[in-house]
């Protein structure tokens, strides 16, 4: 046997056993492990899973894989991940399923949106850390003051908006929103 054909018979790639055809997880480590990247005759097993299905999108797609993403969307975490990690932006389609998890639903209007999400809000307030990190999150920026009323519908996102930005209580008095008077102490702030 010369050198080239040495070479060659190293380079075969073993066929798949008939666990790594149909177990989404041994399908997924053959598509890294053995073919070192896309595995067409797999992806039907992988994409029964979410986790494997979002790894196999991220790792070896590189980008959105709609095979996987009807498993991907039913796991509220890997929805959030694919959201974050693959698609860089909203995936309407498993936000149903993300906006039930208070963390989960966080990190989405926080990581993803970037911003509020009134849809998860419920969600979100079950979770008093949450909630907390939540109103933090969307009432540490001055918003543009048409933007502000729908602040004071919510008292906890007022009192946070106010203290983070007091210049605006005598404003919102004046509008009617918060009480006229000694506007430098409404609600405590």
Request: hydrophobic residues 35%.
């Amino acid at each position: 046997m010369n050198i080239i054909d040495r070479i060659l018979g190293e380079s075969k790639v073993r066929p798949p056993t008939e666990e790594e055809l149909t177990d989404p997880h041994r399908a997924y480590d053959y598509a890294i492990n053995v073919i070192g990247g896309r595995w067409p005759e797999g992806e039907a097993a992988i994409a029964k899973n979410p986790y494997r299905a979002y790894d196999y999108a991220k790792d070896v797609i590189g980008g959105r894989w709609p095979e996987g993403e009807p498993a991907i969307a039913k796991d509220r975490d890997r929805a959030y991940a694919y959201a974050k990690d693959v698609i860089g932006g909203r995936w309407p389609e498993a936000e149903e399923h993300i906006a039930t998890h208070p963390t989960v639903a966080y990190q989405y209007a926080k990581d993803v949106i970037g911003g509020p999400w009134p849809k998860a809000e419920a969600a979100v307030a079950t979770d008093p850390h949450c909630a907390e990190r939540y109103v933090d999150m969307i009432v540490n920026k001055r918003v543009p003051e048409d933007i502000e009323s729908d602040y004071v519908k919510k008292e906890i996102y007022a009192q946070k908006y106010l203290k983070n930005f007091p210049d605006r209580k005598l404003s919102w008095a004046v509008k009617g929103w918060i009480p006229f008077g000694d506007t430098t102490d409404v609600w405590g702030i």
